[in-house]
């Protein structure tokens, strides 16, 4: 059994098990990957050993649990990476910290019409929540490049963890298809470019299908 062990869901659906799996990955850490299939009469029993709140992904480290998402990334950071996945500054840390919290906790209408799903490729009309709700990260994603991107491509330059928490984003973005400005346009396809990020999107799109392809985004 290896030290680390991630419990995820659906690599097609699990839009949140995506973010410390990224982290994992690109940080080089070995870790087993236990994956439980979403939306089945005994995923809330396979998930119980592992998560206290029955959701994915839930990280075990030894004898410790941890589970959420933004959680986990920020247990992996302080105990196995020592801190190198937030920027080094203390300011730009804190808009890192605060664009992964804000992509974590908002965006309503986006995380109930647009479910991330690799396999869906259609442009969807948008409603007035979910066109301010674009707006924002696309604001977010060209502000922090503009300000904070002179070393690399990713949002804070290099690698961080809030690239691993606008990772689902980019997924989706991906299938839907929204209009973007041209510095949103080009982080959505650096992180689209990532190996990892094409890995999990391919193996997503190997899975079975567990949900209708379109109904859920048609919803918006
Ligand atoms: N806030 C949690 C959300 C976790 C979550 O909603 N996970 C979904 C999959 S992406 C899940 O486990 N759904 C199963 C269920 O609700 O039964 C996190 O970021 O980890």
Redesign the pocket.
Known sequence: MKDIRLVI?DKN?????L?PWLLLQMFDLEFEEIQIA??QDD??EK?GPY?P?????ALLHREITV??????CEYVNEDLLRGRAWPASSRRRAAARSVSAEI?SEFPALKKHWP?NCKASIKLPLSEQIYNEVARIDAIWSCCRHRYGENGDYLFGRFSIADCMFAPTAVIFNSYQPELSAAAERYLQTLLGNPFLRKWIDEGRGEIARQPLLALARAS
């Open positions: 869901g659906y699990s839009s949140w098990s973010c979403l939306y995923t809330a998930l998560s709140s029955l959701k994915v992904p589970w959420d998402s933004l959680a986990i974590h991330m």
